[in-house]
């Protein structure tokens, strides 16, 4: 089994900025995937940022240019750096990590940027 554990949500003014941390523990296989989604109340959860196990990144629109994913292999912890955060970047953000068996969710930190 794998353990994802969220931190470092908060609640931040309209550009500030934020940095959530996802520590993985268990037993990861590898190649994996890792990434982060949200949810925003009344909406579906949606892509926005993933780290593929050759390091490439890929971001959903929304957030290019503003937002930063990155993981630590030694500590198995995902991070996401927050910038320039916008009343809509309010949600429940979820680190989920996906190998060729299984896909792991953690429970979600959650962001609230007040404008």
């Known amino acids: 089994q794998v353990q994802l554990v969220e931190s470092g949500g908060g609640l931040v003014q309209a550009g500030g900025s934020l940095r959530l941390s996802c520590a993985a523990s268990?037993?990861?296989?590898?190649?994996?995937?890792m990434g982060w989604y949200r949810q925003a109340p009344g909406k579906q959860r949606e892509l926005v940022a993933v780290?593929?196990?050759?390091?490439?990144?890929m971001y959903a629109d929304s957030v290019k240019g503003r937002f930063t994913i990155s993981r630590d292999n030694a500590k198995n912890t995902l991070y996401l750096q927050m910038n320039s955060l916008k009343a809509e970047d309010t949600a429940v953000y979820y680190c989920?990590?996906?190998?060729?068996?299984?896909?792991?969710w953690g429970k979600g930190t959650l962001v609230t940027v007040s404008s």
């Open positions: 989920r990590l996906s190998t060729s068996r299984m896909t792991y």
């Open positions: 268990g037993s990861i296989f590898s190649p994996n995937t």
């Open positions: 780290e593929l196990s050759g390091r490439s990144t």
